[in-house]
């Protein structure tokens, strides 16, 4: 590659330092609360997107508890896998209390399934004797906190419920429409965002007066964000979305017209090479409009990289790094 289709990538080695986080590590939670429907997100990323899946599950719930006419407390408690792709713990049971009962839906895994909580939910809404009669106190060992006791229906229980056939009312609720919730110190106010509806995510561009057409769909999505070139500019047009922990597509939008005169452009299915154990969400910059910044650091593995891609030639340097040290040679 000439050494003039990477010029203006090689300002970003001047800010690495800046912009690539320093690792340390607790876990914690967020709370939000949909009509009847409580949600706590357990994690130690918050810009891992399972944040945004665990509130868009949630407002699914609310949905359908309005649809079986539940208008008693549900709690939704997700917690992420975000190192290890475990076996998916589910637990399902009734909390009694003196103000009333609450039904409790538990998931801890990497990847959240809307589907599978839908099944969980409706099951515990329309059989709640049978829950609280089946449910058991179980004391499990832990990796970190030792031994800690777990009420729940059996996993043999919660697995038969689990192969039966989706049911009308499910597949009814996933036909809704629900965007990707706005995070609270999002400024950007027109960008691109996604709704999911039906099992998939689309994604689409969201200005101030309506939302765009889908540009793309997806199965899954590992991560997200708009960018823009500075803090302080409102609109973006500029969007990366990860599939996988290795596999993103860039979208852009041209500047300020209407969306009946937008052009959009989408990148292929790039694949980051040579990384493992990915965990901790990429650092990603947009770049005087025109190139996108991706850090990798993994502290566990220690894998450090930095990749840069180009947007007018779909171009993706793999390693930013090693083409940097190859030019400083030659001065």
């Known amino acids: 590659m000439k050494t003039s289709k ?19 590590h607790s876990d914690w ?7 009847n429907v409580r949600v706590t997100y357990w994690c130690g990323f918050s810009n891992h997107e399972e944040r945004y899946k665990s509130h868009i599950i949630a407002q ?53 399934d809307a589907v599978k909580a839908l099944q969980l939910i409706e099951y515990g809404i ?8 089946n449910q058991r106190d179980t004391v ?15 996993r043999a229980e919660i697995n038969k419920i689990l192969r039966r056939n989706v049911s009308p009312l499910v597949n009814k609720v996933l036909a809704n429409k629900i965007y990707r ?3 609270e110190s999002d400024k950007i106010v027109e960008g691109f965002t996604y709704y999911f509806q039906n ?6 561009y969201e200005w101030q007066e309506g939302y765009g057409a889908v540009q793309l769909e997806l199965d899954n999505i590992y991560q997200f964000q708009a960018l823009v070139y500075y803090d302080g500019v409102l609109s973006s047009r500029l969007g990366v979305v990860f599939d996988t922990d290795s596999t993103f597509y860039v979208i852009t939008r041209n500047g300020y017209v209407e969306e009946k005169a937008a052009k959009y452009f989408l990148s292929k299915r790039h694949v980051i090479k040579n990384v493992a154990d990915i965990f901790q969400p990429y650092v990603l910059k947009e770049l005087g409009k025109s190139e996108v910044f991706i850090g990798v650091e993994q502290p566990f593995s220690g894998t450090r990289k930095n990749l840069l891609y180009r947007v007018k030639d779909d171009y993706l340097v793999q390693d930013l790094d090693a083409l940097v040290d190859k030019e400083s040679k030659k001065e």
């Open 126 to 133: 329309k059989n709640k004797a049978s829950v609280v009669k």
């Open 29 to 35: 939670g967020f709370t939000k609360d949909f009509g």
């Open 181 to 183: 919730p706005k995070n």
């Open 199 to 204: 099992n998939k995510y689309h994604l689409c």
């Open 140 to 154: 499990i060992e832990t990796r970190y906190w030792g031994s800690q006791t777990h009420t729940s229906l059996s």
């Open 6 to 24: 990477i010029k203006n990538g090689l300002v970003v080695m001047a800010f690495i330092l800046s912009v690539l986080p320093v690792w340390g």
């Open 60 to 112: 699914l719930v609310e949905i359908l508890s309005k649809e079986l006419d539940c208008k008693q407390p549900i709690y939704l408690d997700f917690k992420h896998s975000y190192v290890e792709d475990i076996v998916p713990e589910y637990k399902l049971w009734y909390k009694r209390g003196e103000s009333g009962d609450t039904l409790v839906f538990h998931v801890h895994e990497k990847t959240y």
